[in-house]
């Protein structure tokens, strides 16, 4: 289980462009929660996964993991047993390197480092199956630079490395939003095959809210920093599209009858 208390993050504290980005949330994910999170431009979503992810310290608050305060642990320890897809499909990949070379890199995440031949015969037939399942061709491409790839290919390879070793926790940043709807179709699916083949415990923000409602086990809406509604099991599957309109437009003190606002 992993858990934020009180978590309150300002950025440019004490300036004119104080924000409060995180207000003093409190949330519990438990193992094994698949949990969307939906909110406006600007409400804290991508701030959160973050906070999770050891990108910045709070200004007041805490994070556990498994009972163990983790709160000052720098991103880079983190990385150890946080795995994450962001947005841009350049930014989880090397391109100088070859296919093999990035996922000998993502096997490797938190063992012992030594000299040592990289690329294993072993690790290679390991590699050729894993990206069979995916269904791009790519094990056949090992030895080709990801430079040379398309950002659906490069997407479909952040997704197999940052579960290579299976990660305590996944954070998917809008993974789909910079694909086109075919390729971000099979980056769903392929999200949906590994998340339930290893049963990861994932947040994936989203501003797709017919996404978000199909995906995972639960959903989070935030706005201005905060956990406006936290739905899960039955109550997440009697949600509809209105419904998350509705509440959201609740807290803004507006109506309207579409959601094109709440998604630009």
Known sequence: ?????????????????????????????????????????????????????????????????????????????????????????????????????????????????????GVTRRLRARFRDELQKIGLGLEDRLADRVGLLSGGQRQALTMLMATMVRPRLLLLDEHTAALDPKTAHQIIDLTRHLVDEKQLTTLMVTHNMNQALALGNRLLMIHRGRIILDAGGPEKSALSVQDLLARFYEVQGEEFSSDRMLLA
């Open 1 to 117: 289980m992993i858990a934020l208390e009180e978590f309150t993050k300002f950025f440019n504290p004490g300036s004119i462009n104080q924000v409060l980005a995180l207000d003093h949330i409190d949330l519990e994910i438990q193992q094994g929660d698949f949990t969307t999170v939906i909110g406006s431009n600007g409400a804290g979503k991508s701030t959160l996964l973050n906070a999770l992810a050891g990108s910045f310290f709070p200004d007041s608050g805490q994070i556990r993991l498994d009972g163990r305060i983790i709160t000052m642990v720098p991103e880079h320890r983190r990385a150890e047993y946080i795995g994450r897809v962001f947005q841009d499909p350049l930014l989880g990949t090397c391109a100088a390197l070859s296919i093999e070379q990035n996922l000998a890199l993502a096997a490797a995440r938190g063992s012992r480092r030594g000299l040592r031949k």
